[in-house]
């Protein structure tokens, strides 16, 4: 379910993806490559089955955030984040995608 609401998504997001829902700072309906990193997170929790996908999400950005010392480098080198990124082109992505190919993506 998609929710617009400029209060919920933090300052420096278009969006985030809180399972079920992802929320959308400002109306992005019409931007499909955010839908669908969205939707790539959406797949990410229900595989981990939520509450691990946010601990596991959580430790591997405090690790890479001391690896780097950068927010936004550590950011966009978690796993789930380098999936979502790397994917989100791809309208067809989550019809094939396999099963935690998330792993796929966690390589320093």
């Known amino acids: 379910m998609v ?3 400029k209060y919920l998504v933090p300052k420096g997001y278009t969006a985030i993806t809180l399972f079920p829902f992802i ?3 400002d109306k992005q309906f019409n931007n499909p490559e955010l839908l669908n990193h969205e939707r790539i997170h959406l797949r990410q929790q229900a595989e981990l089955l939520i509450i691990p996908f946010y601990i596991w999400y959580s430790i591997e950005y405090l690790i890479r955030l001391i690896y780097y010392k950068n927010k936004q ?3 966009r080198n978690i796993c789930f ?3 979502a990124y790397a ?3 791809n309208p067809a992505y989550l019809k094939h995608r396999q099963p935690w190919r998330f792993l796929k ?3 320093h």
């Open 3 to 5: 929710v617009t609401s």
């Open 23 to 25: 929320l959308l700072r």
């Open 73 to 75: 480098k550590a950011y």
């Open 81 to 83: 984040e380098r999936e």
């Open 87 to 89: 994917c989100e082109g």
């Open 105 to 107: 993506y966690i390589k």
